[in-house]
């Protein structure tokens, strides 16, 4: 595995709330030093937004705690600001992600509005992987038929095999398109 995956997986890990409690401190440091790199290659990506990045120039006199305040939905005399700087962002997302109990989509749901940097980090590292049941059920069945026993079997023969083990369903297919053409 190279250092990027590590990297990928690390990050991904960090933005889950689910598996960022069972990171340990060392992990969540690193994550968090990879993090910027990751945010700013966001950033860059999103050219001609003139809400991509925030400057310092541009940024309120809200305090990080008011900021914070706001998004749990605690009332504060300070408006929001447009946006968070990435930094901002990041120290604002290891306090709310302590403390949140919900799973992956809900949490980015509910906080793709204030951190939009991350969210859009997240979105990229954190795929979400389709059920390979299927598939490792077909390779399971074609283990079985082309087993140490049977070795002399041709590929050909081993692909009718596996047809005709799953020719209960090519059959049920048949009746239901049949009875939708009716």
Known sequence: MTKTQKDLMLVASY????????????????AKAILPNFMKMEAQSIVGSSTSTSSSATKSNQTLTDKLKMMV??????????????EDELILFTQVIQSFKCDFSSFWIQYREHF??????????NIIT?????????FSIAGYVARKQRTSLSSTSLRHLMVLKESHRIDA??????????
């Open 73 to 86: 939905g605690m009332s504060t005399n300070v408006k929001p600001s447009r946006s968070l700087s990435p």
């Open 116 to 125: 939009s940097c991350l969210y859009k980090v997240a979105q990229r590292v």
């Open 15 to 30: 933005l889950d709330p689910e598996s960022h409690k069972n990171l340990s401190r060392e992990d969540k440091q690193a």
């Open 130 to 138: 389709a059920t390979s049941v299927p598939s490792e059920s077909i």
């Open 173 to 182: 297919l048949r009746t239901i398109s049949r009875s939708d053409m009716c």
